[in-house]
């Protein structure tokens, strides 16, 4: 089933993690904070004549028409002076690497160096980007059509606004909504085309502990919605129900869906015949890149006792009694390695510069973040060679399952097994100079 509708009508969903992220740079006092608040007829961000009155990303889920649901960041000045200033501009340089749209905000009288180097760190990380040009009312026509000029030189065509007078606010809209269209890659859906008219598809969906009240986790709602969408049949059961659920139906699933802690279970309780994936897979393929993330888990043959492993969460849930990422994935590790490992914990949205000390990278899912922020850390840490995979495709191998739950998707399962055979990549090459994932 190829989804004929993703990109824009794929970020009318709900889910942070889904939206049109734009992230809004520029010098203190360029006028970021006034030109969200025109943008979305809200009183969103705090305006004040102060320089650094933003002092970190500050993230707003809101509504932007005609996209829908967005989520805009407000970053603090890139020429922020002093230590604590210096750290800021790192912070908000760092965003580049989570949104979809970078609205580049200068002044209107003329481009500072600070701007250029913003303008050329922009381009070196492929973001695309509207470069807007505020305070329209206080520069003098030469001036402004020496910076318009200046701006078409660089590669971008201005948009020239007065955001405190919300003075031509709707043709930053415009270019926002022309960028999505054209140059912001689609989320892929969870389930590919995996599911087809007609089709039978069980999802096993043990009751997280982490999950909302009375809700099943996003991954779960997002696969039994693509499913509903391809005119496919849904059977959601527990995973104590498996085995009675398969022998119920007439004909076979055309797949089995399950969570990555029961996936053992549930391999062995389907028939060799019915293919079977996890979430997180397939969380892996939509999100990520699923032939990178089958080649990081063949590091795990190859961990020793003492090697440093990184666990990312993206979000900041509550950890429960038996954390998945702080508690089960270490326990399986030392088992499979024959002691413990130098395991270290990063939530949260930051990420190390210098990555080459680990041996083995373990992201979650990341449905809370967008796919280009999930891209972004795999190219940071290839540059790095530093392996990297993701909860789920952990799970799996660990459990000895791996090769059945990649049947679905044939290119990452030879990834994994020429991983397997020739380790050199993963362990001796040479690891280059470290550089963030901006660089």
């Not at 799970?395 to 020739?422: D, W, Y």
Request: aromatic fraction near 4%.
């Amino acid at each position: 089933m190829t989804n004929p509708v993703i990109g824009i009508a794929s970020r009318m969903q709900t889910p942070k993690g889904l939206r049109l992220h734009i992230g809004l740079f520029g010098r203190r006092n360029a006028g970021k904070s006034s030109l969200i608040n025109a943008l979305t007829n809200q009183k969103i961000a705090i305006v004040s004549d102060v320089p650094g009155t933003t002092t970190d990303p500050v993230e707003k889920a809101c509504e932007l028409a005609p996209i829908g649901p967005v989520v805009f960041i407000d970053t603090a000045g890139i020429d922020d002076v002093g230590e604590l200033g210096g750290l800021r501009t790192e912070r908000s340089l760092a965003v580049l690497g989570w949104v979809d749209v970078a609205l580049i905000v200068c002044d209107a009288k003329a481009l500072t160096e600070s701007e250029l180097e913003l303008i050329g760190t922009v381009k070196s990380t492929a973001t695309p980007a509207v470069v807007v040009l505020n305070k329209a009312d206080t520069a003098d026509s030469q001036a402004l059509t020496a910076t318009e000029n200046q701006v078409r030189e660089l590669g971008y065509e201005p948009v020239t606004v007065c955001a405190s007078q919300k003075q031509n606010i709707d043709a930053v809209r415009e270019a926002i909504v022309k960028l999505a269209q054209s140059a912001v890659d689609p989320d892929l859906p969870l389930l590919g085309d995996l599911v087809h008219p007609g089709d039978t598809v069980m999802l096993v969906t043990p009751i997280d502990t982490g999950a909302p009240k009375g809700r099943l986790i996003l991954p779960q709602v997002q696969a039994i919605r693509e499913i509903l969408d391809a005119d496919a049949k849904c059977i959601v059961v527990r995973e104590n129900r498996l085995a009675e659920a398969l022998a119920n139906e007439k004909e076979p699933p055309a797949f089995v869906v399950t969570d990555s802690q029961v996936v053992q279970s549930v391999v062995d309780q389907t028939p060799k015949e019915i293919p079977v994936t996890t979430f997180s897979i397939q969380m892996a393929y939509s999100k990520c890149d699923l032939v990178d993330m089958a080649r990081g888990a063949a590091m795990i043959d190859f961990l020793r006792p003492g090697d440093k492993v990184m666990i990312c969460e993206t979000c900041s849930h509550h950890p429960q009694p038996d954390d998945i990422g702080r508690k089960k994935l270490p326990r399986w590790l030392a088992k499979k390695v024959g002691g413990e490992l130098d395991v270290e914990v990063v939530v949260g949205k930051d990420f190390p510069v210098d990555l080459t000390p680990y041996k083995l990278i373990l992201q979650c899912g990341g449905c809370v973040v967008t796919r280009r922020h999930m891209l972004t850390r795999l190219a940071q840490a290839k540059r790095q060679n530093v392996p990297m995979t993701n909860y789920g495709v952990a799970i799996s191998h660990l459990q000895g399952v791996l090769e059945r739950a990649l049947e679905l998707h044939p290119e990452a399962m030879k990834a994994f097994h020429e991983a397997r055979e020739t380790p050199s990549w993963l362990r001796d090459a040479p690891a280059p100079k470290y550089e963030s994932a901006n660089a």
